[in-house]
């Protein structure tokens, strides 16, 4: 018995009249855990009952407690027939198991029923007394911590990374019961609410217990997902990362310790082998390696493997990571090898976070994705027979335990995608995948399971236990011994970047931060697909791929120049109905198809927008009755290190007309135009040439961010690049019939944001930087009906696409008031419910900031990176310039550099790596003045450092006071208070104190009076509005004031307009925190910008 | 391509003041866009009719939903299905609130039963407000109405508190209230140069007066009605001109007191008999007051008996506030008369009506 949860009842108000002769309630309560159920006593004849019951104590173990749910339902007292449900409240206790979460659940819960909606609210305490449980056997996983949130949250340190987690568990779904045609909808949706509760209490108790048995403490990026199968089941499958996470308590507490350099020099095992060319060139593309593979059944099974770029196929065997490492020095293949195998170690390297700690991330590969797709009918389960009789109708099924024998398993169907993933990131020469995410999308028996993430080479310290713990503390201590600088005169000691400072640093390649995730990780020679390389634009010292494709989020070293924005592919294609093998069939012959146009498209327009990189890219397959959907998005950037992106060349296939040529060359004047357009909206002024300034600290200014690049000594490839479209590495498109004439036209049709808004799906908008803390979150649900008779792709496909954009259009009207802002991760979500109907949801936060204190905050650290940095220390500023080898490509300094240098000083990126993260671009806007900059940054961050220290010690009796002011009893406080909600993981010009548990929830809503409640939108509008209020109520009952990392996993609507009903599923997570805001704290004298490095064209922020 | 379904929620509910007047206006969604493209929003934004539709259905929406807590304003406070920052709140109720004066003149003094509610359709031809917007109006006023029906306390203060008004409204309501208790009647031909404000007024100072809030706040009746006991004692003024002493007494009074004015040109002629007939008429308003039939017509025999009479002897307001400050003072001189509390309380009221009225 090693818990006891403890439940009050205080009062209740606002319930509806259920007595029509007094317009009165009588009302009582029933607390359920478990088996165990109390009542309050009858509170008769009032709306607003005070029952202010005693202490319902339940004794149960802590198995138990992470399991159950706390159900509390309302009725009214009936003498004379039975007591009438006003409704439940299913409360997680889950964040009072962990010491460091919250202590108390207290306040204003809405009363919900699932026909009614909310009706009234319910005031409840709840409390957890645990017993320490010595039982080295135990079932339970009390103390894991839970995170959605897809980075290592802010008041934590990462000691170690273990790596992939997951879980599934399996049930029958109550709306598939044959006790469901003679009970009620609502108590069939209590059931499925109710099972679904428990179903997501055990999955986390189970990964767990496997996090304790990776040693580790937490999980981050925990995602969990429930697919609806219909009679085949219902799954609830959960993916996360473990990790070993310490609380940030106190920022000066641990900053002396642990780290003298001669320490951290002795643990560093590795010399680097200084030669950048012998390991680790080659190009990394747009890569895509994606295998569809169709197994609708055991008996039955095909693959097929295609990467879509160029169609090349991926090789599965070979070229790992090993090939890469066999031309570098041995030490270097030791490093690779001994990363590999604490990779390896693990069954599957995957990694769900986005954001990683600085230096974390070494080389990333690009995007690998496996769908496959599966028949569910044909899983007939004996498990399932044997639960039908069984009376404990929601005992759960752990579908391991019973078809240990049983291949054709939910779990094996993944566990063959994470194979191919694993191999495909193989073949990139990867060890690793981040920002890995799974989903399905299912219609009638036809399911499409997807995986993708992005190949990537990490860091091997994160990944070990024990020698390397602290490492980032080490770091960011024994820099300042190590470069002795004199910030506040303006003196700059240049260190030169050479092999005894990566050797000394012991990182595995001395590449910059800004640059060095983009050198790609697979051999030059040996190339998994064609793509064209060329040196590293930043280091000069590396291959880097020519385009660069993501899952992930752009670190914040990176840097971009000028913004980025929101770009999406949409796609349709029709499909013929079939019933099971055939359906199956035909669905995995198209995906291939479709996932080359998604990509082309993707590719067209990234082009047409003059940048080089997408991250934070989700391609989402959805299918239907008689037709699959693809949406892809991503937040397109122009990052520095890469080349510059050709233009889009239209070549007709029909020479000899004129009229047609002549169409042609207005088509790809148009296009070109689209292109200098979006350049100068996107503000990308590509960097000038480094060596062009060289020796001149007063450079000319900004016209000469076009000019073409008239020499380049590092790199004979480059030294035709120019900037104009159309030359050698311009993109071609052949228009040879009229479906390719529709292609061009739409990618002309995209229509860029109205003035003063920008848009992305990345948690930050590359290139903006002074947020002001107003957040709009919001949900926009729209369902439309594809009315043609005889649809086309091509019809089909512009349907599409209009209702993508007009949905966006709306958006941007809907949120005029907060101009300028961004739309800060746009998630959309697309599903085909009925035949010719697709629902799209948007989720997504609009973030305001200063157009006026653009230039400025420009040229202070950046947000992000202080948002991360909740480590301060004692550090002076450095700049431990480059200078580079050839003195010739020598860098030259700039402001915004240390702009970065005190940013990532902050987060602990070892100086070495910072040392070549020189911004060109912002050179020479700002070079004039720098010596001054310099001397007020100093000032500033020194100023900042000492004032974070200070703030910190007052942050945390201030969030205690504000714990302490929550846990009084609410009963009389009549004002609301104020709950933000973001898709983000930090809410702007904001510090989050405490993170007080995941937020997990499932809603069923259904309607009998479809037209008396508004039809669809009045109702659908009303329960999304009761999703938010209740996700709210239970943040704020746990004493927080924010919700981060927000998602509504699931909206899953059908409507019978005939018979006037609707039913409506939605399920949103998210962390529950506490935020104290920044000015609250006094902390930094400036708004803290956002990206590392600021590009150039901030001056337009200002004209523009 | 149709949308069947399209909705925006936003964390904040988002509220548009433009289409929120819209929408009290009783405009349908169709009307209201159209109002909207009138307004240029299409120019500046550089959206199409479509974004605008979806717009202001969701915005209908979003009202047609906070409505029913409208109705109970602290509910809109306390409720959680919509997270508005105070000030907007406030804006919301006050908005919701706020009338057209027009309208609430010509329902001033009438029962707010469901008859009158029917008759809102003249009511709206002749004040040009919407018939939809009448009706909220309508529905606004009978349900202040009965929730202070009942109340002990100041009136103004009472719906202050339930319906979360800003002072100034709270006032108006009450004199709506307080109207629509005692039923004065305002219909009347002569007494169409009153506006809305003139009775607002009148029935403030009335309240502040006579009701018995303003002598015990612990009084037992609420403040809407006027106190019987006080009604009743207002018969013992009648003294005043049934006693032929007194009345020659308290004339010559107040003619003495008043000599620089009262003897000008004005008074000299016609108000040689003025103002024993003004005295009775001032005295016998507060006779009537007994008799429910008789209150109504409270606001018809000020005009009547005293505005009128003063009116055709050219007094200017100046005039009138000059007799009555003497005329309330001179009974203080009278021997015998015991009422004088009473007589100041009653006159202080019935001044300031007439101040208030007495324009053109």
Same mark, same amino acid.
């Given at each position: 018995?090693?818990?006891?949860?403890?439940?009050?009842?205080?009062?209740?108000?606002?319930?509806?009249?259920?007595?029509? =002769?007094?317009?009165?309630?009588?009302?009582?309560?029933?607390?359920?855990?478990?088996?165990?159920?109390?009542?309050?006593?009858?509170?008769?004849?009032?709306?607003?009952?005070?029952?202010?019951?005693?202490?319902?104590?339940?004794?149960?173990?802590?198995?138990?407690?992470?399991?159950?749910?706390?159900?509390?339902?309302?009725?009214?007292?009936?003498?004379?027939?039975?007591?009438?449900?006003?409704?439940?409240?299913?409360?997680?206790?889950?964040?009072?198991?962990?010491?460091?979460?919250?202590?108390?659940?207290?306040?204003?819960?809405?009363?919900?029923?699932?026909?009614?909606?909310?009706? /009234?609210?319910?005031?409840?305490?709840?409390?957890?007394?645990?017993?320490?449980?010595? +039982?080295?056997?135990?079932?339970?996983?009390?103390?894991?911590?839970?995170?959605?949130?897809?980075?290592?949250?802010?008041?934590?340190?990462?000691?170690?990374?273990?790596?992939?987690?997951?879980?599934?568990?399996?049930?029958?779904?109550?709306?598939?019961?044959?006790?469901?045609?003679?009970?009620?909808?609502? =108590?069939?949706?209590?059931?499925?609410?109710?099972?679904?509760?428990?179903?997501?209490?055990? *999955?986390?108790?189970?990964?767990?217990?496997?996090?304790?048995?990776?040693?580790?403490?937490?999980?981050?990026?925990?995602?969990?997902?429930?697919?609806?199968?219909?009679?085949?089941?219902?799954?609830?499958?959960?993916?996360?990362?473990?990790?070993?996470?310490?609380?940030?308590?106190?920022?000066?507490?641990?900053?002396?310790?642990?780290?003298?350099?001669?320490?951290?020099?002795?643990?560093?095992?590795?010399?680097?082998?200084?030669?950048?060319?012998?390991?680790?060139?080659?190009?990394?593309?747009?890569?895509?390696?994606?295998?569809?593979?169709?197994?609708?059944?055991?008996?039955?099974?095909?693959?097929?493997?295609?990467?879509?770029?160029? *169609?090349?196929?991926?090789?599965?065997?070979?070229?790992?990571?090993?090939?890469?490492?066999?031309?570098?020095?041995?030490?270097?293949?030791?490093?690779?090898?001994?990363?590999?195998?604490?990779?390896?170690?693990?069954?599957?390297?995957?990694?769900?976070?986005?954001?990683?700690?600085?230096?974390?991330?070494?080389?990333?590969?690009?995007?690998?994705?496996?769908?496959?797709?599966?028949?569910?009918?044909?899983?007939?389960?004996?498990?399932?027979?044997?639960?039908?009789?069984?009376?404990?109708?929601?005992?759960?099924?752990?579908?391991?335990?019973?078809?240990?024998?049983?291949?054709?398993?939910?779990?094996?169907?993944?566990?063959?995608?994470?194979?191919?993933?694993?191999?495909?990131?193989?073949?990139?020469?990867?060890?690793?995948?981040?920002?890995?995410?799974?989903?399905?999308?299912?219609?009638?028996?036809?399911?499409?399971?997807?995986?993708? /993430?992005? @190949?990537?080479?990490?860091?091997?310290?994160?990944?070990?236990?024990?020698?390397?713990?602290?490492? *980032?503390?080490?770091?960011?201590?024994?820099?300042?011994?190590?470069?002795?600088?004199?910030?506040?005169?303006?003196?700059?000691?240049?260190?030169?970047?050479?092999?005894?400072?990566?050797?000394?640093?012991?990182?595995?390649?001395?590449?910059?931060?800004?640059?060095?995730?983009?050198?790609?990780?697979?051999?030059?020679?040996?190339?998994?697909?064609?793509?064209?390389?060329?040196?590293?634009?930043?280091?000069?010292?590396?291959?880097?791929?020519? %385009?660069?494709?993501?899952?992930?989020?752009?670190?914040?070293?990176?840097?971009?120049?000028?913004?980025?924005?929101?770009?999406?592919?949409?796609?349709?294609?029709?499909?013929?109905?079939?019933?099971?093998?055939?359906?199956?069939?035909?669905?995995? +012959?198209?995906?291939?198809?479709?996932?080359?146009?998604?990509?082309? $498209?993707?590719?067209?327009?990234?082009?047409?927008?003059?940048?080089?990189?997408?991250?934070?890219?989700?391609?989402?397959?959805?299918?239907?009755?008689?037709?699959?959907?693809?949406?892809?998005?991503?937040?397109?950037?122009?990052?520095?290190?890469?080349?510059?992106?050709?233009?889009?060349?239209?070549?007709?296939?029909?020479? +000899?007309?004129?009229?047609?040529? $002549?169409?042609?060359?207005?088509?790809?004047?148009?296009?070109?135009?689209?292109?200098?357009?979006?350049?100068?909206?996107?503000?990308?002024?590509?960097?000038?040439?480094?060596?062009?300034?060289?020796?001149?600290?007063?450079?000319?200014?900004?016209?000469?961010?076009?000019?073409?690049?008239?020499?380049?000594?590092?790199?004979?490839?480059?030294?035709?690049?120019?900037?104009?479209?159309?030359?050698?590495?311009?993109?071609?498109?052949?228009?040879?019939?009229?479906? @390719?004439?529709?292609?061009?036209?739409?990618?002309?049709?995209?229509?860029?944001?109205?003035?003063?808004?920008?848009?992305?799906?990345?948690?930050?908008?590359?290139?903006?930087?002074?947020?002001?803390?107003?957040?709009?979150?919001?949900?926009?649900?729209?369902?439309?009906?594809? !009315?043609?008779?005889?649809?086309?792709?091509?019809?089909?496909?512009?349907?599409?696409?209009?209702?993508?954009?007009?949905?966006?259009?709306?958006?941007?009207?809907?949120?005029?008031?907060?101009?300028?802002?961004?739309?800060?991760?746009?998630?959309?979500?697309?599903?085909?419910?009925?035949?010719?109907?697709?629902?799209?949801?948007?989720?997504?936060?609009?973030?305001?900031?200063?157009?006026?204190?653009?230039?400025?905050?420009?040229?202070?650290?950046?947000?992000?990176?202080?948002?991360?940095?909740?480590?301060?220390?004692?550090?002076?500023?450095?700049?431990?310039?480059?200078?580079?080898?050839?003195?010739?490509?020598?860098?030259?300094?700039?402001?915004?550099?240390?702009?970065?240098?005190?940013?990532?000083?902050?987060?602990?990126?070892?100086?070495?790596?910072?040392?070549?993260?020189?911004?060109?671009?912002?050179?020479?806007?700002?070079?004039?003045?720098?010596?001054? *900059?310099?001397?007020?940054?100093?000032?500033?961050?020194?100023?900042?450092?000492?004032?974070?220290?200070?703030?910190?010690?007052?942050? !945390?009796?201030? =969030?205690?006071?504000?714990?302490?002011?929550?846990?009084?009893?609410?009963?009389?406080?009549?004002?609301?208070?104020?709950?933000?909600?973001?898709?983000?993981?930090?809410?702007? /010009?904001?510090?989050?104190?405490?993170?007080?548990?995941?937020?997990?929830?499932?809603?069923?809503?259904?309607?009998?009076?479809?037209?008396?409640?508004?039809?669809?939108?009045?109702?659908?509008?009303?329960?999304?509005?009761? %999703?938010?209020?209740?996700?709210?109520?239970?943040?704020?009952?746990?004493?927080?004031?924010?919700?981060?990392?927000?998602?509504?996993?699931?909206?899953?609507?059908?409507?019978?307009?005939?018979?006037?009903?609707?039913?409506?599923?939605?399920?949103?997570?998210?962390?529950?925190?506490?935020?104290?805001?920044?000015?609250?704290?006094? %902390?930094?004298?400036?708004?803290?910008?956002?990206?590392?490095?600021?590009?150039? /064209?901030? @001056?337009?922020?200002?004209?523009? | 391509?149709?949308?069947?379904?399209?909705?925006?929620?936003?964390?904040?509910?988002?509220?548009?003041?433009?289409?929120?007047?819209?929408?009290?206006?009783?405009?349908?969604?169709?009307?209201?866009?159209?109002?909207?493209?009138?307004?240029?929003?299409?120019?500046?934004?550089?959206?199409?009719?479509?974004?605008?539709?979806?717009?202001?259905?969701?915005?209908?929406?979003?009202?047609?939903?906070?409505?029913?807590?409208?109705?109970?304003?602290?509910? #809109?406070?306390?409720?959680?299905?919509?997270?508005?920052? &105070?000030?907007?709140?406030?804006?919301?109720?006050?908005?919701?609130?706020?009338?057209?004066?027009?309208?609430?003149?010509?329902?001033?003094?009438?029962?707010?039963?469901?008859?009158?509610?029917?008759?809102?359709?003249?009511?709206?031809?002749?004040?040009?407000?919407?018939?939809?917007?009448?009706?909220?109006?309508?529905?606004?006023?009978?349900?202040?109405?009965?929730?202070?029906?009942? #109340?002990?306390?100041?009136?103004?203060?009472?719906?202050?508190?339930?319906?979360?008004? &800003? &002072?100034?409204?709270?006032?108006?309501?009450?004199?709506?209230?307080?109207?629509?208790?005692?039923?004065?009647?305002?219909?009347?031909?002569?007494?169409?140069?009153?506006?809305?404000?003139?009775?607002?007024?009148?029935?403030?100072?009335?309240?502040?007066?006579?009701?018995?809030?303003?002598?015990?706040?612990?009084?037992?009746?609420?403040?809407?009605?006027?106190?019987?006991?006080?009604?009743?004692?207002?018969?013992?003024?009648?003294?005043?001109?049934?006693?032929?002493?007194?009345?020659?007494?308290?004339?010559?009074?107040?003619?003495?007191?008043?000599?620089?004015?009262?003897?000008?040109?004005?008074?000299?002629?016609?108000?040689?008999?003025?103002?024993?007939?003004?005295?009775?008429?001032?005295?016998?308003?507060?006779?009537?007051?007994?008799?429910?039939?008789?209150?109504?017509?409270?606001?018809?025999?000020?005009?009547?008996?005293?505005?009128?009479?003063?009116?055709?002897?050219?007094?200017?307001?100046?005039?009138?506030? #000059?007799?009555?400050?003497?005329?309330?003072?001179?009974?203080?001189?009278?021997?015998?008369?015991?009422?004088?509390?009473?007589?100041?309380?009653?006159?202080?009221?019935?001044?300031?009506?007439?101040?208030?009225?007495?324009?053109?």
């Amino acid at each position: 018995m090693p818990g006891k949860l403890k439940v009050k009842i205080v009062a209740g108000r606002h319930l509806p009249v259920m007595d029509r =002769a007094s317009d009165l309630t009588d009302a009582f309560v029933e607390v359920k855990f478990g088996n165990t159920t109390f009542k309050t006593d009858v509170y008769p004849k009032s709306l607003n009952p005070q029952w202010n019951s005693e202490w319902f104590k339940f004794e149960v173990d802590d198995e138990e407690l992470q399991d159950e749910p706390l159900q509390i339902t309302v009725l009214d007292h009936d003498t004379y027939s039975a007591n009438d449900a006003i409704g439940k409240v299913y409360i997680d206790i889950d964040p009072l198991l962990y010491s460091e979460a919250a202590t108390v659940i207290s306040g204003w819960f809405p009363i919900y029923d699932t026909i009614h909606g909310i009706r /009234g609210e319910i005031n409840v305490v709840v409390k957890v007394d645990l017993f320490n449980d010595l +039982n080295r056997f135990r079932q339970s996983s009390c103390g894991v911590k839970f995170f959605c949130t897809t980075s290592i949250p802010k008041c934590y340190r990462a000691v170690v990374i273990h790596g992939f987690v997951e879980e599934l568990v399996v049930n029958e779904d109550p709306e598939y019961q044959w006790i469901d045609r003679i009970r009620t909808p609502r =108590a069939s949706n209590e059931a499925r609410q109710r099972l679904i509760s428990l179903m997501s209490g055990e *999955l986390q108790r189970k990964i767990g217990l496997k996090v304790l048995e990776m040693r580790g403490n937490a999980v981050v990026g925990y995602l969990q997902c429930f697919d609806l199968e219909g009679e085949s089941g219902l799954v609830v499958r959960a993916i996360g990362t473990a990790c070993t996470l310490d609380k940030l308590s106190n920022t000066s507490a641990f900053l002396p310790a642990c780290n003298s350099p001669s320490k951290e020099m002795k643990e560093i095992p590795f010399n680097e082998d200084p030669n950048p060319n012998t390991y680790s060139s080659g190009p990394s593309t747009p890569l895509k390696n994606q295998t569809y593979s169709f197994s609708p059944s055991k008996s039955y099974s095909r693959q097929s493997s295609s990467s879509d770029t160029d *169609l090349s196929l991926t090789p599965k065997t070979g070229m790992g990571s090993g090939s890469a490492g066999k031309e570098g020095g041995p030490f270097k293949t030791l490093l690779r090898q001994q990363t590999q195998s604490a990779l390896e170690q693990r069954e599957f390297p995957f990694f769900t976070l986005t954001t990683f700690p600085p230096g974390f991330l070494l080389h990333v590969g690009g995007v690998v994705s496996a769908r496959s797709v599966k028949l569910l009918d044909r899983i007939h389960n004996p498990a399932f027979v044997g639960i039908m009789g069984n009376t404990r109708s929601y005992k759960l099924l752990d579908w391991n335990s019973f078809n240990s024998d049983e291949p054709e398993t939910r779990d094996a169907w993944w566990a063959e995608i994470r194979q191919e993933i694993k191999s495909h990131a193989k073949a990139l020469g990867c060890h690793a995948v981040v920002g890995y995410s799974e989903s399905t999308s299912i219609c009638e028996e036809v399911c499409i399971l997807s995986a993708s /993430g992005t @190949a990537a080479v990490l860091n091997p310290r994160f990944l070990q236990d024990g020698t390397m713990e602290g490492c *980032l503390e080490q770091r960011l201590s024994w820099q300042p011994g190590f470069f002795s600088i004199g910030s506040e005169k303006g003196e700059v000691d240049f260190f030169p970047q050479s092999q005894d400072s990566s050797s000394l640093l012991g990182i595995e390649e001395a590449s910059p931060p800004g640059c060095g995730f983009c050198h790609i990780p697979y051999d030059e020679l040996n190339m998994p697909f064609p793509a064209h390389l060329t040196y590293c634009y930043n280091c000069r010292k590396q291959k880097v791929p020519d %385009v660069l494709f993501t899952t992930i989020d752009l670190p914040v070293e990176a840097i971009v120049v000028g913004k980025g924005c929101l770009i999406q592919a949409r796609l349709c294609r029709l499909k013929k109905k079939a019933q099971a093998e055939a359906n199956a069939t035909s669905i995995s +012959n198209l995906l291939p198809f479709m996932e080359y146009e998604v990509h082309t $498209q993707l590719m067209n327009k990234l082009k047409l927008r003059g940048m080089n990189a997408l991250f934070g890219l989700r391609i989402q397959i959805t299918v239907g009755e008689n037709m699959l959907m693809g949406l892809a998005s991503a937040t397109g950037v122009y990052l520095a290190a890469l080349p510059t992106p050709g233009g889009i060349q239209i070549a007709g296939k029909t020479p +000899n007309d004129g009229t047609y040529e $002549q169409h042609i060359s207005h088509m790809q004047k148009k296009i070109n135009d689209t292109i200098a357009k979006n350049k100068e909206l996107y503000e990308i002024n590509p960097p000038e040439l480094p060596e062009e300034i060289i020796g001149s600290p007063i450079p000319e200014p900004r016209q000469r961010s076009r000019l073409l690049r008239s020499q380049s000594e590092s790199s004979d490839e480059v030294t035709e690049l120019d900037l104009s479209h159309g030359k050698k590495d311009a993109f071609v498109l052949e228009i040879d019939d009229t479906d @390719a004439m529709e292609d061009v036209h739409s990618l002309l049709t995209d229509v860029p944001p109205p003035s003063g808004f920008y848009s992305c799906n990345t948690e930050i908008m590359p290139g903006i930087n002074n947020w002001t803390p107003e957040i709009q979150m919001f949900t926009a649900v729209r369902v439309s009906r594809l !009315s043609n008779i005889n649809p086309t792709n091509q019809t089909l496909n512009k349907n599409f696409n209009d209702l993508c954009e007009n949905l966006l259009k709306s958006l941007y009207f809907k949120l005029r008031s907060m101009v300028p802002c961004c739309l800060c991760h746009v998630n959309f979500t697309v599903a085909l419910p009925e035949d010719e109907l697709v629902q799209i949801a948007v989720t997504a936060v609009a973030i305001t900031y200063d157009k006026n204190q653009a230039l400025q905050a420009n040229k202070a650290p950046t947000e992000k990176s202080q948002q991360r940095a909740s480590t301060d220390n004692e550090e002076q500023l450095q700049f431990p310039l480059e200078l580079s080898s050839d003195p010739l490509s020598s860098q030259p300094f700039s402001p915004a550099k240390e702009a970065l240098e005190g940013a990532s000083s902050h987060t602990g990126i070892p100086a070495a790596q910072r040392a070549t993260s020189v911004d060109y671009s912002s050179f020479a806007d700002r070079c004039n003045s720098w010596i001054e *900059l310099i001397k007020l940054k100093a000032q500033t961050i020194r100023r900042g450092s000492i004032k974070t220290t200070t703030s910190l010690e007052k942050a !945390s009796p201030l =969030a205690e006071g504000y714990l302490r002011h929550r846990s009084v009893p609410s009963g009389t406080n009549s004002t609301v208070s104020v709950v933000k909600m973001t898709p983000l993981s930090f809410l702007p /010009g904001a510090k989050i104190t405490k993170y007080l548990g995941i937020i997990n929830m499932f809603f069923i809503r259904e309607t009998t009076s479809l037209r008396e409640e508004g039809g669809v939108s009045g109702f659908l509008h009303a329960f999304i509005a009761e %999703v938010f209020a209740m996700v709210r109520a239970h943040v704020a009952a746990l004493g927080g004031n924010a919700v981060v990392s927000y998602i509504m996993k699931q909206c899953v609507f059908m409507e019978n307009p005939n018979k006037n009903q609707a039913q409506c599923l939605i399920n949103v997570s998210g962390d529950a925190v506490i935020f104290v805001r920044e000015s609250e704290l006094e %902390v930094l004298p400036a708004p803290p910008p956002a990206a590392a490095a600021q590009p150039a /064209g901030s @001056a337009g922020d200002v004209t523009t | 391509m149709s949308s069947d379904l399209d909705v925006f929620v936003g964390n904040t509910t988002l509220i548009d003041e433009e289409v929120y007047r819209l929408w009290l206006d009783g405009h349908s969604v169709a009307e209201a866009v159209a109002r909207r493209l009138r307004g240029g929003v299409l120019e500046r934004e550089g959206t199409s009719v479509a974004v605008l539709q979806s717009d202001t259905r969701d915005h209908y929406r979003t009202f047609q939903m906070l409505e029913r807590l409208l109705h109970a304003p602290p509910r #809109l406070l306390q409720q959680l299905l919509f997270q508005i920052p &105070p000030e907007r709140q406030a804006l919301l109720v006050q908005r919701y609130y706020a009338f057209d004066e027009a309208l609430a003149r010509e329902l001033l003094g009438k029962k707010l039963s469901k008859g009158t509610k029917k008759e809102l359709d003249e009511v709206s031809a002749r004040t040009g407000v919407g018939i939809r917007s009448c009706r909220r109006q309508f529905d606004n006023f009978k349900r202040v109405f009965k929730a202070v029906e009942e #109340l002990r306390g100041p009136l103004a203060e009472n719906i202050q508190q339930l319906f979360l008004l &800003p &002072p100034a409204l709270a006032r108006d309501y009450a004199a709506i209230v307080f109207f629509a208790n005692s039923r004065f009647e305002t219909g009347k031909r002569r007494l169409q140069f009153l506006s809305f404000g003139d009775f607002a007024a009148c029935a403030q100072s009335m309240m502040a007066h006579w009701s018995q809030g303003a002598l015990a706040p612990e009084a037992a009746e609420p403040d809407g009605d006027l106190p019987k006991s006080f009604l009743q004692d207002l018969k013992e003024l009648k003294v005043l001109v049934s006693d032929k002493d007194l009345l020659d007494q308290h004339k010559r009074d107040t003619s003495g007191m008043g000599v620089p004015v009262l003897g000008g040109p004005g008074f000299g002629g016609s108000l040689g008999g003025g103002v024993p007939a003004l005295s009775r008429a001032l005295v016998n308003v507060g006779g009537k007051l007994t008799h429910a039939r008789d209150v109504r017509d409270f606001f018809v025999d000020l005009v009547e008996k005293v505005i009128e009479p003063c009116r055709s002897d050219k007094w200017s307001p100046g005039d009138l506030r #000059l007799f009555l400050t003497h005329y309330t003072a001179a009974p203080r001189n009278l021997p015998g008369f015991r009422h004088q509390a009473l007589w100041e309380r009653y006159m202080a009221a019935i001044s300031a009506c007439l101040l208030r009225m007495y324009h053109d």
